[in-house]
């Protein structure tokens, strides 16, 4: 059974730092990873997708990086704004989409 | 082009009742996933349909069941209301099972409040 972990739980930091959230996973066999923002009470909108072949994506201010081998992969978050502030999930899709507890980040002004 | 929609938005029940909880899916897509999020916990797979039948089911008791209809919107339906079924239920779509590896669009979820 696949089990993903995130860590940290929670994080606070200021405006403008450089960030690493990081999330791992037992089973190696994925079809890809995907990280996802979700602000509270609300849905959830994705921010990158990694294929099981690749090694990263970038979106913006936002990298990820996938180790498979490792099970392991983190988004890194450049020049935090207050506006970043939110729950971030990471997600594995195997036979079905698990995903981690999240990182509830809080950026302060 | 449209998103996930799910209706309604939130919901309140009495313990015991039944709750109808609905979704349509981006246009295009064949699956359809539900997600339970109960508070301080994380995102718990429900059930999973693509091209009307059921994929896969996570470990919920059969009071928690659904259907997807030929135009591939779904509806998942609780009977025997618990108060611990009051969560944030959410629902995502993307191209079918025989695509994999495909990204996850999700709606904005139901909340279900059970008195």
């Known amino acids: 059974k696949q089990e993903v972990t995130q860590i940290p739980a929670a994080l606070s930091v200021p405006e403008g730092e450089n960030l690493v959230l990081n999330c791992s996973f037992t089973d190696s066999a994925i079809y890809n990873l995907q990280w996802f923002r979700q602000d509270p009470g609300k849905g959830l909108t994705s921010l990158l997708l990694?294929?099981?072949?690749?090694r990263e994506q970038t979106s913006g201010r936002l990298n990820a990086s996938l180790d498979k081998s490792s099970g392991r992969s983190t988004l890194y978050i450049a020049a935090s704004q207050p506006g970043d502030s939110a729950t971030y999930l990471c997600?594995?899709?195997?036979?079905?989409?698990?995903f981690g507890g999240g990182t509830r980040l809080m950026v302060k002004p | 082009e449209a998103g996930v929609t799910q209706s309604p938005t939130h919901l309140i029940k009495t313990r015991g009742q039944q709750a109808t909880l609905r979704c349509s899916p981006i246009?295009?897509?064949?699956?359809v996933y539900w997600y339970q999020q109960a508070l301080g916990l994380g995102l718990q797979f429900l059930l999973w349909y693509d091209e009307g039948e059921e994929r896969n089911r996570g470990n919920f008791p059969p009071r928690f069941s659904g259907r997807q209809f030929p135009n591939y919107s779904s509806e998942l339906n609780v009977n025997a209301l618990e108060l611990e079924d009051s969560a944030l239920y959410l629902c995502?779509?993307?191209f079918g099972a025989g695509r994999t590896g495909e990204k996850l669009f999700f709606g904005s979820g139901t909340q279900l409040s059970v008195l």
């Open positions: 990694i294929q099981s072949s690749q």
């Open positions: 246009s295009g897509h064949t699956s």
């Open positions: 995502a779509s993307s």
């Open positions: 997600a594995v899709s195997g036979n079905m989409l698990t």
